[in-house]
């Protein structure tokens, strides 16, 4: 069974700094992992999807790498800004259910 | 393109009554789907997911179940709802291509529907 943890579980820096969020999975026979944005009482927002033949995907200011062999997944925001400040999902597939498993989030703040 | 509705977006419902959420989703054939809980201030828990129609694997037992009448329809049901049922859920969707390296597209959530039960 897949479990996803998140370190550290909340964030507060000053804007423009640049910050990364970690990500570790038990089961590295995963074929891809994504991570997702949510914002307070909403849904959630794909950021990357990264698949197994991939090291890191970029979008934006963001970027995500993927080590399968050691079971971790980082996301670096670059030059941060109060708009990041959201919870930050990690999420790897459970083979063995045909579903994602979710870490508990990183919850960051980026003051203006 | 693809998109998934989710509906309602809120729902207060009072305790011992019947629960019915609906996900529906445009744009691509035979997904899979899921239904998702999270509890405030929590992490997103598996209830549902289903390969196909009429086909539903139950991750948590408790009062609710799910059913999927069409390719691209998902419902959560309850007959009779528990204080504990209040949270917020969330309907998604992810296509696996059996390719040389089989690829999965990722995983396309709704909006939610927060239900309070009152």
């Known amino acids: 069974k897949q479990e996803v943890t998140q370190i550290p579980a909340a964030l507060s820096v000053p804007e423009g700094e640049n910050l990364v969020l970690n990500c570790s999975f038990t089961?590295?026979?995963?074929?891809?992992l994504q991570w997702f944005r949510q914002d307070p009482g909403k849904g959630l927002t794909s950021l990357l999807l990264?698949?197994?033949?991939?090291r890191e995907q970029t979008s934006g200011r963001l970027n995500a790498s993927l080590d399968k062999s050691s079971g971790r997944s980082t996301l670096y925001i670059a030059a941060s800004q109060p708009g990041d400040s959201a919870t930050y999902l990690c999420?790897?597939?459970?083979?063995?259910?045909?579903?994602?498993?979710f870490g508990s989030g990183t919850r960051l703040q980026v003051q203006p | 393109s693809q998109t998934i509705h989710q509906w309602p977006a809120t729902l207060v419902q009072p305790v011992g009554s019947p629960l019915s959420l609906e996900c529906t989703v445009e744009?691509?054939?035979?997904?899979?789907l899921y239904w998702y809980r999270q509890a405030a201030g929590r992490g997103l828990q598996l209830l549902f997911y289903?390969?196909?129609?009429?086909?539903i694997s139950s991750e948590v037992p408790q009062n609710l179940s799910a059913s999927r009448p069409q390719d691209r329809q998902f419902i959560l049901s309850s007959k009779k709802l528990l204080l504990s049922d209040s949270s917020f859920y969330l309907c998604?969707?992810?296509?696996?291509?059996?390719?040389?390296?089989?690829?999965?597209?990722?995983?396309?959530f709704g909006s939610g529907t927060r239900l309070t039960v009152v």
């Open positions: 089961d590295s026979a995963i074929y891809n």
């Open positions: 998604a969707w992810s296509v696996v291509r059996m390719t040389s390296s089989r690829t999965n597209y990722g995983y396309t």
């Open positions: 289903s390969v196909g129609i009429g086909q």
């Open positions: 744009g691509t054939s035979n997904p899979n």
């Open positions: 990264i698949q197994s033949s991939q």
């Open positions: 999420a790897a597939p459970d083979t063995g259910r045909r579903a994602l498993t």
